[in-house]
T-cell receptor, first 111, second 113 residues
Framework: ELKVEQNPLFLSMQEGKNYTIYCNYS?????LYWYRQDPGKSLESLFV?????AVKQEGRLMASLDTKARLSTLHITAAVHDLSATYFC???????????FGTGTRLKVLA | DAGITQSPRYKITETGRQVTLMCHQT?????MFWYRQDLGHGLRLIYY???????DKGEVPDGYVVSRSKTENFPLTLESATRSQTSVYFC????????????FGQGTRLTVV
């Protein structure tokens, strides 16, 4: 059964600092997604990662995937207040079309 | 309007009542999903569907029923609502293909009193 764990659950950081959010999953997968959710809002897709070693970047966010370690990271560079949100990873079960979400990381960037 | 819409946005119901949450998408996406979001649990998959008349149970299906008679609609029914079903419910859809991401509706906030 596919399980997805994210850490940390909460992250409070100063503007300008770097940090990494981790997403571990328990079984083989062929796709991994990162989403952002602002308070009271829906989820917005950030990245789709499909292969081992995949790296994608958008602004101050960079996501990577290591399928051998069953690990994805979301790295935040020089954080700004606008990045404050909850970030979720979601993992697609191999051979299925469903995906399972992690518990989310609530990020707060302090000015 | 194009996209995925949920209705109602907010609902208060009493314990034991039946309630149906609606989800409609205009993209003709094959796959549709229902999740519930609760603090400390992230999003948990309730049911999902690959096409009309094809549905599968997710992580937390007990107490819920789905149907998919048309590709564009995927209603979720709580047969006899309980307080533990108080939550925010999200519907999502995606196209076929490994590289496609899911798009989410605005969510329905359901309170069972």
């Amino acid at each position: 059964e596919l399980k997805v764990e994210q850490n940390p659950l909460f992250l409070s950081m100063q503007e300008g600092k770097n940090y990494t959010i981790y997403c571990n999953y328990s079984t083989t997968s062929d796709r991994l997604y990162w989403y952002r959710q602002d308070p009271g809002k829906s989820l917005e897709s950030l990245f789709v990662l499909l292969s081992n070693g995949a790296v994608k970047q958008e602004g101050r966010l960079m996501a990577s995937l290591d399928t051998k370690a069953r690990l994805s990271t979301l790295h935040i560079t020089a954080a700004v207040h606008d990045l404050s949100a909850t970030y979720f990873c979601a993992v697609g079960g191999s051979g299925t079309y469903k995906y399972i979400f992690g518990t989310g990381t609530r990020l707060k960037v302090l000015a | 309007d194009a996209g995925i819409t949920q209705s109602p946005r907010y609902k208060i119901t009493e314990t034991g009542r039946q309630v149906t949450l609606m989800c409609h998408q205009t993209w003709s996406h094959s796959y549709m999903f229902w999740y519930r979001q609760d603090l400390g649990h992230g999003l948990r998959l309730i049911y999902y569907s690959a096409a009309a008349d094809i549905t599968d149970k997710g992580e937390v299906p007990d107490g819920y029923v789905v149907s998919r008679s048309k590709t564009e609609n995927f209603p979720l029914t709580l047969e006899s609502a309980t307080r533990s079903q108080t939550s925010v419910y999200f519907c999502a859809s995606r196209a076929q293909g490994a590289g496609t991401e899911a798009f989410f509706g605005q969510g329905t906030r359901l309170t069972v009193v």
